[in-house]
């Protein structure tokens, strides 16, 4: 009998680490708990008539389900005759029981649990426990128990949070005798009748609930979403860098103008006006992009406030292409660049689209030495020729 007891604890062990692998949503540290009450009547099972020497009792029990199939439930039993016996002078109260017992939901072990419990289940339960006798005479009234049992339970209401079940059950008394040990002749056989109500959850129900996981199709897809994000991150990243090296450049520039001693000059003999229609600012683009980013949108603007500012002007918008890759290409893309920056002046600045025109100008690197601000957009004011 040890070994059927060791045996049955493995298994609760190994089912409760198996089980908490299924799908099912987190519980709370308060979550799955109930109580109960019940009524039992018991005998002795070996020397003694069974339905002549029937002992009543009352009973009440708190436990938990660990899993759909393992749990725990504490119980204790108020003993009020003790026909068969012969050894308690209590007039009333004859002893009291309380046990520590594992359960095993036998239905949902080898049926599985299928989101919410069935309306007829198969519950195996077993466990130590503490039995008091209340008689003056007996200088032993106190015992280590043990206790078997089988719950055929009915589960209903809206929830099915309430549970009728009928108990049919062992009960050994393993230190009567002076010997820890399983012996007929110091059991009880013990049938309960009893009610267990299941207190809500966090979830929402008064159960466990299967967890809805998302399906790979879905995964696959997030995934993807994710990497085209981390993309266009890494995109960004790269014009940052050509912004940065751009400023470099014109940090640099500034520098060395500014170390230009200025040219006197004694004697003019003669004063040429140059008109210089080519607009200072330029609008660049990414590589193999045509569109216009946020960060060159000052440039636009800049264009737009001398436009506004010179309402007879008329610009001349031409796109350029950095000289890698094929010569069409290059061509439509510097084309491309050219009209991107037109609609932007039409759309957002309300520029007239009369004092608007484009040319692509292909590939080129003249005109700036790094290669990457050759993908620009230049202006030029063609009032001014």
Known sequence: MKKIVLMLTVTLMSLQSAYSQQALEDSKNTDNWYIGVNGAVSSKITHNSVFKNLNPSLGLRVGRYWTPVVGWVVTGDLYLRERGYEFSDAKRLKGVNIDFLGTLNLSNWFGG????????????????????????????????????????????????????????????????????????????????????????????????????????????????????????????????????????????????????????????????????????????????????????????????KYMKNHPESKILIKGYASPEGNPELNQKLSEARAESVRKALVSRYGIAASRLTTQGMGATDELFDEIDFNRVATFTDITKE
């Open 113 to 304: 649990y299928l989101g919410q419990p069935r309306t007829f289940e198969v519950s195996a339960l077993g466990g130590l426990g503490w039995e008091c006798i209340f008689d003056s005479k007996l200088d032993h009234k106190q015992d280590l128990v043990s206790k078997f049992g089988l719950d055929f339970a009915y589960n209903f209401g809206e929830s099915l949070e309430w549970q009728i079940y009928v108990e049919p059950a062992i009960n050994y008394n393993l230190t009567s005798n002076s010997r820890c040990n399983y012996n007929l002749n110091t059991a009880a056989f013990q049938v309960s009748v009893g009610l267990n109500y299941k207190f809500g959850n966090s979830n929402g129900t008064h159960n466990f609930k299967i967890a809805n996981l998302r399906d790979q199709t879905e995964i696959d897809d997030l995934n993807t979403f994710v990497n085209e994000l981390k993309g266009e991150l890494v995109a960004k990243d790269k014009r940052i860098a050509q912004g940065i090296r751009m400023i470099g450049t014109l940090e640099d520039s500034l520098e060395a103008a500014r170390n230009v001693k200025p040219t006197v000059v004694n004697k003019v003999t003669k004063v040429v006006n140059v008109k210089n229609n080519v607009l200072q600012p330029t609008v660049i683009f990414g590589q193999g992009k045509s569109s216009v980013d946020a960060a060159q949108m000052a440039s636009v603007a800049m264009i737009a």
